[in-house]
């Protein structure tokens, strides 16, 4: 065989081989897989209006942690990709307040007047991410986009502790709307996502109670910080 024919064949073998790899790289591939993970709240501009209590908006910070369960699907084409997933979650909240009725010196310290609040929901988010970082075995990707959450109002659990008040109720609101910003470490099959969810909607709900029908007011806005681990396939 001549040099030059020799040659010929070689550039066209390795043509041929980066087409092909180009092909693999830009067709439509559809993953799916499993994680799960904790979520825990952060709150913002939040107030209650309860009577005789001030709200204390300093000292509320995320000190509940909330659970995810989540299957997901990914369609991704070259380094893009479009992720949604179905996030079964328990949130938990925790918010404390100042008794302004009792304005004596007291004998001892009294117990803090607090609400704890335990939601189930699903959160579903349509993200679109990019693989800054693509190998076989290993790889690195930012994504973001919208995250909705519906929760199942009739299955929370509501305690409000140590008010005069003694049967307060919260009306939840059904839906939050957050927007998602996240970190994805894939090493083989095993994944690795942390995010951070801006509230996007102010929730204003109505407190009641029932023993004497008197109504009070909530306002907040709370972001959530989270990380899962999963398998992808």
């Given at each position: 065989?001549?040099?030059?024919?020799?040659?010929?064949?070689?550039?066209?073998?390795?043509?041929?081989?980066?087409?092909?790899?180009?092909?693999?790289?830009?067709?439509?591939?559809?993953?799916?897989?499993?994680?799960?993970?904790?979520?825990?709240?952060?709150?913002?501009?939040?107030?209650?209006?309860?009577?005789?209590?001030?709200?204390?908006?300093?000292?509320?910070?995320?000190?509940?942690?909330?659970?995810?369960?989540?299957?997901?699907?990914?369609?991704?084409?070259?380094?893009?990709?479009?992720?949604?997933?179905?996030?079964?979650?328990?949130?938990?909240?925790?918010?404390?307040?100042?008794?302004?009725?009792?304005?004596?010196?007291?004998?001892?310290?009294?117990?803090?007047?607090?609400?704890?609040?335990?939601?189930y929901n699903i959160q579903i988010p349509l993200l679109v991410?990019?693989?800054?970082?693509?190998?076989?075995?290993?790889?690195?990707?930012?994504?973001?986009?919208?995250?909705?959450?519906?929760?199942?109002?009739?299955?929370?659990?509501?305690?409000?502790?140590?008010?005069?008040?003694?049967?307060?109720?919260?009306?939840l609101n059904k839906r939050d709307i957050h927007w998602e910003?996240?970190?994805?470490?894939?090493?083989?099959?095993?994944?690795?996502?942390?995010?951070?969810?801006?509230?996007?909607?102010?929730?204003?709900?109505?407190?009641?109670?029932?023993?004497?029908?008197?109504?009070?007011?909530?306002?907040?806005?709370?972001?959530?910080?989270?990380?899962?681990?999963?398998?992808?396939?």
């Amino acid at each position: 065989m001549k040099r030059s024919t020799l040659i010929a064949t070689i550039l066209m073998l390795c043509a041929s081989i980066a087409a092909a790899q180009s092909t693999e790289e830009n067709r439509l591939k559809l993953n799916y897989g499993i994680k799960a993970g904790f979520q825990a709240i952060t709150y913002n501009h939040t107030d209650f209006d309860i009577e005789g209590y001030t709200f204390n908006d300093n000292t509320i910070q995320s000190n509940k942690i909330g659970y995810t369960f989540t299957p997901f699907l990914r369609l991704t084409k070259g380094k893009f990709y479009i992720q949604t997933e179905a996030a079964l979650g328990i949130t938990r909240y925790n918010f404390d307040f100042k008794d302004n009725n009792n304005t004596a010196t007291p004998v001892f310290t009294p117990a803090t007047a607090e609400y704890d609040l335990t939601t189930y929901n699903i959160q579903i988010p349509l993200l679109v991410g990019y693989n800054f970082i693509s190998y076989e075995n290993y790889g690195m990707s930012v994504f973001t986009g919208p995250r909705v959450k519906f929760i199942f109002t009739s299955l929370s659990d509501q305690d409000f502790l140590h008010f005069k008040h003694e049967q307060l109720m919260e009306e939840l609101n059904k839906r939050d709307i957050h927007w998602e910003l996240g970190l994805g470490i894939r090493i083989f099959n095993v994944i690795m996502d942390i995010t951070y969810d801006w509230g996007l909607s102010m929730n204003k709900t109505k407190i009641t109670d029932k023993e004497s029908g008197a109504i009070f007011t909530s306002k907040r806005n709370d972001s959530t910080l989270g990380f899962s681990v999963g398998f992808i396939f």
